[in-house]
């Protein structure tokens, strides 16, 4: 078992930035590729960003590409989401997961662990 927990929604103005963190507990955090998913009101879950289990390797949504960025530290058990240039369109609640298998690694299915989210709100 994974247990996650996020941190660092919150309410800002477009075109500020939030950083959230996901620090986990239980089994070998550093066996996990971990992702950040969100999902807005009336809308499905969607992939975010994701990071490999040793944070060589970084992917992202199209939508968020330039503007977030996802980190790992592995001594600390915690994956972070920076987020710049915040939009309105990035409200939702953000999710972090965590991957063991990596056999699909850009939906949610793909994904064994979830925690409870973390809202963030911009306004315009």
């Known amino acids: 078992q994974v247990q996650l927990a996020e941190s660092g929604g919150g309410l800002v103005q477009a075109g500020g930035s939030l950083r959230l963190s996901c620090t986990a507990s239980?089994?070998?955090?550093?066996?996990?590729?971990m992702g950040w998913f969100r999902q807005a009101p009336g809308k499905e879950r969607e992939f975010v960003a994701r990071?490999?289990?040793?944070?060589?390797?970084?992917y992202y949504a199209d939508s968020v590409k330039g503007r977030f960025t996802i980190s790992r530290d592995n001594a600390k058990n915690t994956v972070y989401l920076q987020m710049n240039s915040l939009k309105p369109e990035d409200t939702a609640v953000y999710y972090c997961?965590?991957?063991?298998?990596?056999?699909?690694?850009?939906?949610?299915?793909?994904?064994?662990?979830w925690g409870q989210g973390t809202q963030v709100t911009v306004s315009s």
């Open positions: 990071i490999t289990v040793s944070g060589g390797k970084t």
């Open positions: 997961a965590a991957d063991y298998s990596g056999r699909s690694p850009f939906t949610r299915v793909g994904y064994e662990y």
């Open positions: 239980g089994r070998t955090f550093s066996s996990y590729a």
